[in-house]
């Protein structure tokens, strides 16, 4: 499989100027159905949006970053608001979305973080990452396969939480 490096940066498009925080106090007077999304996913709900739209978001800060316990990049799709805690990117259009992110949650990002008490991926970092992609073709044929695996586990959580109940 042929594949070119790129520098995220350049195929990547950078929505983190629209991004508005919102204090617990904020948040509490302004409760409503749009998830609000922090570093790591959901961290309330409010009563507007910022984005409409397919976008993924990668944590910017947070001890996850290390730790990787979870990923720190997410696809969100629909409307949506975000703190100042996560990158909000959409790829250029000879790139695939999930690619990209399959790709970005299975990477070694440590020489990319910065800050020991509170690791930091900038922005000026993130767009630094070297990636290896093959062309667009494959990137759709093998994103469409590991999305496959995505769903059959979502309908398992599913079953497991029905049979829990």
Known sequence: MNCKTYRLGDIINNFDKKRVPLSSMQRANRQGEYRYFG??????????????????????????????????????????????HAHILQVKSDFNLYYLCYLINSMDLSGYITGSAQPKLSQANLNAITVDLPDKEMQDRIASFLQLFDKKIETNEKINDNLAA
């Open 39 to 84: 570093a790591q996913g959901v961290i309330d709900y409010v009563d507007d949006y910022i984005f409409d739209g397919t976008y993924m978001l990668v944590a910017e800060d947070g001890e996850n970053l290390k730790s990787k316990k979870q990923n720190i990049a997410q696809i969100v799709s629909g409307q949506f608001w975000v703190n100042n």
